[in-house]
């Protein structure tokens, strides 16, 4: 009688989307996830999901999270960074000093300069270790390409990823919305918020052999749009375009999506992080047993990607 090889337990990889205070769901997705007994082998996050997914990916657990949930400084984060006055001392100081070819100019503060964030971010993990691979989305300004960033070894080998380094940097840069965050400065990289490339970060998790991927979501297009005004139809355009992004990540049979209600909730919303939280759990609930059914089928064949990989120039 022919002997029955085991069944080998596929690599799990878990993406988290930029959202803002939104992200308070992914924190739900994982709390709710655990208690399943779902464990996932690696974890990537952009924007406010990289905050999330390098807390998870440094060892934050349930009870740690809810810690964090408590003590969130909320509005203190947000650091103003008189961009009016900065940019008139930037463009001074680039007429008088001039500029070196190849260099990054010195620039000018965002409304939110994100130094509180990143101190926030390095209390979160101050002696903390990885405890699995944490991938960390951002986009590179001068090139307009996604970079990664992240302690494995192997992806770094492979030219996949960046070593990490500052884990606190990396997620501040991920988080640094254009306009509004200043760009953090890692030479060769001008580096802004990784939602620009890729807002729910599945690719990364293909290219490091993740066979089975729970991708978490938090944008929705709104369908009960009315425009009021050229405003109205200008941020709509670029909404479509997010969306486009969207669906773009969330295209694999290799994958599930969650998508969990957290309504019109804005980046300032900070009284309704509970709520989002909750969100997140009634998410992988209402999808229990399609989350069950997705782990226990067969993984399907390696996907053949018709974009180029995610490699470090």
């Known amino acids: 009688m022919a002997e029955t090889m085991p069944k080998v337990r596929p690599r799990i990889g878990i993406a988290l989307s930029g959202g803002a205070l939104k992200a308070a769901a992914h924190v739900g997705v994982l709390n709710a996830l655990a208690r399943m007994g779902v464990e996932a082998d690696c974890v990537a996050g952009t924007s406010a999901g990289a905050l999330i997914a390098a807390a998870y990916g440094y060892g934050l657990r349930e009870g740690d999270f809810e810690r964090l949930m408590r003590t969130f400084p909320g509005r203190k984060l947000l650091d103003y960074g008189f961009p009016v006055a900065s940019a008139l001392w930037s463009m001074c100081r680039s007429r008088i000093l001039g500029h070196r070819r190849g260099a990054v100019p010195p620039l000018p503060n965002g409304l939110i300069r994100g130094r509180v964030l990143r101190k926030f971010v390095g209390e979160v993990l101050r002696n903390r270790s990885a405890c699995m691979p944490c991938y960390i989305i951002a986009t590179d300004l001068l090139s307009g390409k996604p970079i990664v960033f992240s302690n494995d070894s192997q992806a770094q080998a492979r030219g996949l990823a ?94 599930l999506v969650l998508t969990p209600n957290v309504g019109k909730m804005t980046w300032l919303s900070f009284d309704e992080i509970e709520t989002a939280l909750a969100a997140g759990e009634r998410a992988v609930e209402e999808q229990r047993g399609e989350i069950e059914a997705f782990l226990r089928e067969p993984s399907p064949l390696p996907r053949h990607h018709r974009a180029p990989r995610l490699r470090i120039q």
């Open 162 to 255: 960046a070593a990490i380094g500052d884990v606190a940097e990396a997620v501040t840069a991920s988080c640094s919305l254009p306009g509004v965050m200043t760009p953090v400065q890692r030479p060769p990289w001008l580096l802004a918020d990784g939602a620009c490339r890729h807002y729910v970060p599945v690719r990364v998790l293909r290219e490091v052999g993740c066979q089975k991927i729970i991708a978490v979501n938090l944008y929705q297009l709104d369908a009960d749009w009315t425009p009021h005004s050229f405003v109205h139809v200008l941020s709509r355009s670029i909404d479509i375009l997010l969306q486009e992004t969207v669906d773009n990540d969330v295209d694999g049979g290799d994958l």
